[in-house]
Antibody
Framework: QLQLQESGPGLVKPSETLSLTCTVS??????????WGWIRQPPGKGLEWIGS???????YYNPSLKSRVTISVEKSKNQCSLKQTSVTAADAAVYYC?????????????WGQGTLVTVSS | QSALTQPASVSGSPGQSITISCTGT?????????VSWYQQHPGKAPKLMIY???KRPSGVSNRFSGSKSGNTASLTISGLQAEDEAEYYC????????????FGGGTKVTVL
């Protein structure tokens, strides 16, 4: 059974870098059939796609976040990671990782439970 | 890219049918059959209910159906049940100059 688990610091200071990891179990992140994405949700607000990655390292980003975001994959650990620089209060959100069948295909069929990131000094 | 437009709330009585609309543009919903719908209960991760406009993932009740006309996609819930009370989000591929994935603002479904 596929499981995704996000992990990382729950508190980040303004202007610093947010770093999160998604650990995949029950399937290989190197599967040629799937892409692995990050989606966030500010408290009480809607969902926003951050970006997605394929096991070969190909990345696809939300144009509005592209300048601050890097998504990477660590196949040996069956993990993908998100780094977001120069965070502000607007970046406070629950961050989810999810699996989809294509880089811009919005069929996110499995999700992690999400991890809350607070931005505060 | 602006978010897809959804009504803030929709309500219905048990057993009734309701429809949630999701309006985009010719750059996303109007051109591509890549619309999905997610159900989210409070404190939980979203759950895929419909993909590629009308397809249902295994395990999703056939009371949920999707459709599209022009720049607007719709999710219909028939035989409304108490457990259907949740937030619903539409999502679409957006193309043209800069490919992206875009979500709607969400619709709160209340079962009266």
């Amino acid at each position: 059974q596929l499981q995704l688990q996000e992990s990382g610091p729950g508190l980040v200071k303004p202007s610093e870098t947010l770093s999160l990891t998604c650990t995949v179990s029950g399937d290989s992140i190197s599967s040629s059939s799937y892409y692995w994405g990050w989606i966030r949700q500010p408290p009480g607000k809607g969902l926003e796609w951050i970006g997605s990655i394929y096991y070969d390292g190909s990345t696809y980003y939300n144009p509005s976040l592209k300048s601050r975001v890097t998504i990477s994959v660590e196949k040996s650990k069956n993990q993908c990671s998100l780094k977001q620089t120069s965070v502000t209060a607007a970046d406070a959100a629950v961050y989810y990782c999810a699996r989809s069948s294509g880089h811009y295909i919005p069929n996110f069929d499995s999700w992690g439970q999400g991890t809350l990131v607070t931005v505060s000094s | 890219q602006s978010a897809l437009t959804q009504p803030a709330s929709v309500s219905g009585s048990p057993g009734q049918s309701i429809t949630i609309s999701c309006t985009g543009t010719s750059s996303d919903i109007g051109t591509y059959n890549l619309v999905s719908w997610y159900q989210q209960h409070p404190g939980k991760a979203p759950k895929l209910m419909i993909y590629e406009v009308y397809k249902r993932p295994s395990g999703v009740s056939n009371r949920f159906s999707g459709s599209k006309s022009g720049n607007t996609a719709s999710l219909t819930i028939s035989g409304l049940q108490a457990e259907d009370e949740a937030e619903y989000y539409c999502c679409s591929y957006g193309g043209t100059t800069t490919p992206h994935v875009i979500f709607g603002g969400g619709t709160k479904v209340t079962v009266l």
